[in-house]
């Protein structure tokens, strides 16, 4: 056969897979058996390995199918869906509503009202509201962008298809959970797990008429953009819905002081199970919305919200042996291996010990009998030993003192903050050098947050390691297919679709790709400062040079320990062939020049002195609003030094010495249009 014949038959193949995926992905419809479909993937497959000049990008070795989700067009959100800081307990809440009160600079006794709703475990949505009518529904997606299930919003009832009420806003996203009644949940004979899968898978159906067979509910909580809304607290936003039509909880309350939220939370955590609808916690808000806007974000959390959340679960059992795992910085972590006990519907047979100091402190041994606690997803740890049930012979656990790994001597570091010794002992063998610490690297590397390569899971770094497929980052960019294919649990369509996967993720933001690295004391937050401050992975590998690195020291937020620890990252002879190699085979985008609209664009500011009605982070992040920048140094590149009351005069006396505008804090906000 010609080359072009095999061509023709390859692209008419081709043709038809693209046909039976968007039969099936866009209208549910599948045209032909499985497995008709499956063979003409092989065929496919099997052409191309033979007659290496073919090549589609519908190749279902590049496209591992339409995802599910490009059912859905996605749209941006007006305003970000955001998620929520938790509290497990008392002392969480005692500092949430300590860190507000110091950032908006209130006396010590100020006593904050807050809008206690119970936060019902369902799927979140948005749901654009225009001059009365719904327009557009919106899933959650990523925060920033949805999925338009429009239509599928439209069968559920509780969703008022449009609002004639007079103070309707003009335009306003209105959000809120989708959710399934338990009393609902079981009369449904199919698949799903619990109400909240039920309610998701439901929610995306492909086919509204299939939404509209599983009862759905809306409990609307909050909104995302408006325009025309004219209310000032929570508490009428939530009064306000019930008049517009829609359904709020029954059991939300306005609530002042912790030891009364606390109440509230005993007495709805024992009503749990008579209520139709799961939920997971309470959502505690600042009522106030001119609080709530002073507040504003960290990350993608309101600073003004946190969740309550439910079921700090504990149970008794018995210590096994205690293993000591090592993370990807070097540090020993002990973990109790105990006898498996059930804690609030989860089988609990790994408990984390913390470290040395802990083990030390609770004198915890292998034998004890111990309380563990499951709080929320945080990892089980132990509470308690019963020392009356302790056997007479039992010794005293003895922390090893060098690496079980690797073998190397271990250090505890000096902690430059707390001024004290760490309390978690660490390998001192060089990251890539420990065995088990350069595993950990690898699995930091695919992860998730850092290059999201799918599939490459934990259990898969570990089994590559085994067979010495990889040793260092840049060796999952020449993996041996053909190896890999001929192991037990893989085959042709597994191996395509990790190859995807990798192929995929060469093409990655320099933010990721500096989380990606693993460098002790930068995750996400510092890297993404370093990254908006960088700009560049060129200018980043010129912080190996160390007159460049202290320049850092501008930006707030980075401070010694983590230049220290860049530092060290580029001493490594491994992490700069690391880098080199992996420069080759990635392409890693500089980072997005930000918005530049603000009233303080491309200024620079430092503050010294108490500043009036406002504290120091508020000062920060009203600044980063606008644009502007905050340095730590006076320093020629500083633009305005911004003096509240005593302020540093070493500080006032350089800024005149370098010609530093000196602003006073009424004169700043003049800037911003803004009085104290
Ligand atoms: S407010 C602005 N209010 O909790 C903060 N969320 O972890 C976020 N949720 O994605 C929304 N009940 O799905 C808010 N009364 C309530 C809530 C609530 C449940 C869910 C929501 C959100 C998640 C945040």
């Known amino acids: 056969m010609s080359d072009d014949l095999i061509k023709k038959k390859y692209n008419k193949k081709i043709k038809l897979l693209n046909n039976y995926n968007k039969k099936y992905y866009d ?211 939530l009064e306000k819905l019930e008049m517009w039509g829609f359904k709020t ?115 915890i041994r292998i034998g004890d009998t111990v309380l563990i606690e499951r709080a929320g997803d945080v990892i089980p740890h132990v509470i308690s030993v019963d020392l009356n049930l302790r056997d007479k012979n039992s010794k005293k656990f003895i922390f090893p003192k060098n690496c079980p790994s690797c073998g190397s001597k271990t250090v505890k570091d000096f902690n430059l903050t707390t001024k004290k010794e760490d309390s978690v002992r660490r390998c001192s063998r060089d990251g890539y050098e420990c065995e088990k610490m350069a595993i950990e690297k690898i699995k930091h590397f695919v992860s998730k947050e850092a290059l999201n390569i799918e599939g490459f899971g934990k259990k898969i770094v570990e089994k590559f390691w085994d067979l010495k497929l990889i040793r260092l980052p840049q060796d999952i960019f020449k993996l041996d297919f053909n190896k890999i294919e001929n192991l037990e649990g893989w085959g042709q369509l597994s191996v395509a679709n990790l190859k995807y996967s990798i192929e995929l993720r060469k093409n990655i933001s320099f933010e990721k790709f500096i989380f990606a690295l693993g460098i002790r004391h930068i995750g996400l937050e510092n890297a993404k400062l370093l990254s908006k401050n960088l700009k560049s992975l060129k200018n980043f590998l010129s912080l190996s040079n160390k007159n460049n690195l202290y320049e850092l020291l501008n930006i707030d937020g980075i401070g010694e320990t983590q230049i220290n620890s860049i530092k060290n990252f580029f001493l490594s002879k491994t992490n700069l062939k690391v880098l080199r190699d992996l420069e080759k085979v990635l392409k890693v985008n500089d980072a997005k020049i930000q918005k530049v609209d603000g009233k303080l664009n491309n200024k620079t500011f430092m503050l010294t002195g108490k500043l009036e009605g406002m504290s120091r982070a508020e000062a920060k992040s009203l600044i980063e609003e606008n644009s502007g920048s905050i340095v730590s140094n006076v320093s020629k590149k500083l633009d305005y030094l911004i003096t509240g009351d005593k302020p540093t005069k070493r500080k006032v006396d350089s800024a005149k010495e370098m010609n530093v505008q000196i602003l006073t804090q009424s004169e700043w906000l003049k800037m911003l249009n803004k009085t104290t």
């Open 27 to 237: 209208q549910n419809i599948s045209e032909v058996s499985d497995t008709i479909y499956d063979n003409l993937k092989r065929e496919i497959i099997n052409l191309e390995k033979k007659y290496n000049f073919l090549k589609s990008l519908n190749s279902p070795q590049v496209n591992v199918g339409y995802k599910p989700s490009k059912n859905f067009k996605k749209i941006a959100h007006r305003a970000p869906m955001l998620s929520l800081a938790n509290a497990f307990n008392e002392d969480d809440l005692i500092n949430f509503e300590k860190k507000i009160i110091n950032f908006l600079n209130k006396k010590k006794d100020y006593q904050i009202e807050y809008s206690a709703e119970p936060k019902i475990d369902g799927i979140s949505a948005s749901l654009i509201y225009k001059n009365g009518k719904f327009i557009t529904g919106l899933s959650r997606g990523d925060g920033k962008e949805g999925e338009d299930i429009t239509e599928n919003l439209k069968t559920i009832k509780d969703i008022p298809p449009s609002i004639l009420n007079k103070n309707f806003p003009q335009e306003i996203d209105i959000r809120g959970e989708v959710f399934i009644k338990n009393s609902d949940f079981k009369k449904l004979t199919n698949k799903f797990a619990n109400p909240r899968n039920a309610a998701s898978g439901s929610l995306r159906q492909k086919d509204s008429k299939e939404t509209k067979k599983i009862p759905l509910n809306f409990i609307a909580y909050t909104f995302g953009h408006e325009r025309g809304l004219k209310i000032e607290t929570q508490n009428e936003f």
């Open 249 to 363: 909880n029954p059991f939300n309350k306005t609530i002042k002081g912790i030891k009364n939220l606390i109440k509230n939370y005993n007495d709805i955590e024992k009503k749990r199970d008579e209520l139709d609808f799961d939920i997971d916690g309470i959502v505690y808000k600042i009522n106030n919305f001119g609080l709530q806007k002073r507040l504003g974000n960290i990350a993608n959390a309101p600073r003004w919200a946190i969740a309550h959340k439910f079921s700090a679960n504990s149970s008794i059992s018995k210590i096994k042996k205690i293993e000591i795992q090592i993370g990807r910085t070097g540090a020993l972590t002990p973990v109790a291996k105990i006898k498996p006990v059930n804690i609030g519907g989860v089988v609990v047979s790994n408990a984390t010990l913390h470290n040395e100091d802990e083990i030390n402190r609770k004198d």
